[in-house]
């Protein structure tokens, strides 16, 4: 294939993108153009082969009308990656550092963005039952996709990657056993009653959506790996104006922001390993 075959087919592709984005953001009201483009294209040329069709554009027409394929398409843009206890030593400052910080506030209001299927939000559950803070604090679980966000409140997941699990906990600091918090029947683990408490599940789309509550710890890991600059930007000044003064950001570890604008977002770097802001108490009124 010539050189020149090549870049029209590229070309092609990326303006069918751009028009199945446009159709689903008219029809649906998701906006994915902030989305870094390199992952998105990826992402849905992939359904080419999923919906047997030959072009990405004709996949435009049958989105439009039917809400099942579009979910579909959601789905496919916004894949989560979560574990029970990811990156231990993660957990572990928090059990240690952050969370006993936040115990001095008379409420704990936490946001977690990007619920996925649920395990980082329980594992948040849990952590906080173990350091005795769990009745003064709520959990605002959200996320753009409606369907994880039923998986999430149904709290049920295989027992395939338990053991990866049971490792992660220990290693975080946990002083029980993980079978503590779930009841396992026929290869399923479900989370036990008490661990849902004060967790709310909000649909909620970070392009488009605004701060909803005021909060002193926002957790939205390996989600802005996804987006472009702009999009970035936008979201990290939504967690900043969420966030109470001296509360705290955690972000995936790969998701260094210090080139984002850091100074105008008033978030001061705690950690550069565990990717951990805080918002400042010098705060600038427009922020």
Known sequence: MSALIKWKNHHIEDVEVNLLLHALNERYGYDFTGYAKASLKRRLLELVSYFDIEHLSQLIPIMLYDEAVAQTVINSISVPTSDFFRDPFVWLHLRTHVLPELA?????????????????????????????LAKKSHIFCTDINPEFLDDAKKGCWST????????????????????????????????????????????????????????????????????????QNHVLTLFTRSLERGGYLLLGRGENILNLKEQHLQLELRDTSLQLYRKTMDMDSNV
């Not at 506030?105 to 594992?123: K, L």
């Not at 992660?168 to 479900?190: A, H, P, R, V, W």
């Not at 599940?201 to 957790?219: A, G, P, R, S, T």
Request: proline content about 1%; overall charge negative; charged content about 20%.
């Open 104 to 132: 001095s506030f008379p409420r704990i209001n936490i946001w977690q963005a990007g619920c996925g299927h649920g395990q980082e939000v329980y594992s948040l559950a849990i952590l906080l039952h173990e350091l005795g």
């Open 160 to 231: 395939r990657n338990a053991d990866i699990w049971r490792e992660n906990y220990q290693k975080s600091g946990g002083n029980g056993t993980l079978s503590d918090f779930f009841i396992e029947q026929e290869n399923k683990m479900f989370i036990r009653a008490n661990y849902k408490q004060n967790i709310e599940f909000i649909q909620h789309n970070l392009v488009i959506d605004d701060v909803f509550k005021e909060v002193q710890l926002v957790i939205c890991r390996n989600v802005l790996l996804y987006f472009g600059t702009d999009l």
